[in-house]
Nanobody
Framework: QVQLVESGGGLVQAGGSLRLSCTASRRTFTNYRLGWFRQAPGKEREFVSSIRWIGGSTSYADSVKGRFTISRDDAKNTLWLQMNSLKPEDTAVYYC???????????WGQGTQVTVSS
């Protein structure tokens, strides 16, 4: 069982930065991939970024490449999403998620709101 708790959301002006964090309950994430998704009002949930816990290979949505950086700290069981140069269209609820390498995104946090004002 995996429990994920996000924090770090808030209100920021366009061009600003926020760092989201996700603390995970599982002792080890060997053979897991963790990631961030977001859902804006009236839209479907979309992929933002993911990282393989062991090895650190990353993936980003085109819309955030060059602006967002995903990272993790194995000792702290924490995942981060550094978001720079934020745009109003980044406004959404951001969710932390986890999947085994041979499974689906089955574990989700409760979400944290990010609002970017123009």
């Amino acid at each position: 069982q995996v429990q994920l708790v996000e924090s770090g959301g808030g209100l920021v002006q366009a061009g600003g930065s926020l760092r989201l964090s996700c603390t995970a309950s599982r002792r080890t994430f060997t053979n897991y991939r963790l990631g961030w998704f977001r859902q804006a009002p009236g839209k479907e949930r979309e992929f933002v970024s993911s990282i393989r816990w062991i090895g650190g290979s990353t993936s980003y949505a085109d819309s955030v490449k060059g602006r967002f950086t995903i990272s993790r700290d194995d000792a702290k069981n924490t995942l981060w999403l550094q978001m720079n140069s934020l745009k109003p269209e980044d406004t959404a609820v951001y969710y932390c998620a986890a999947k085994s390498l041979d499974g689906g995104w089955n574990y989700w946090g409760q979400g944290t709101q990010v609002t970017v004002s123009s």
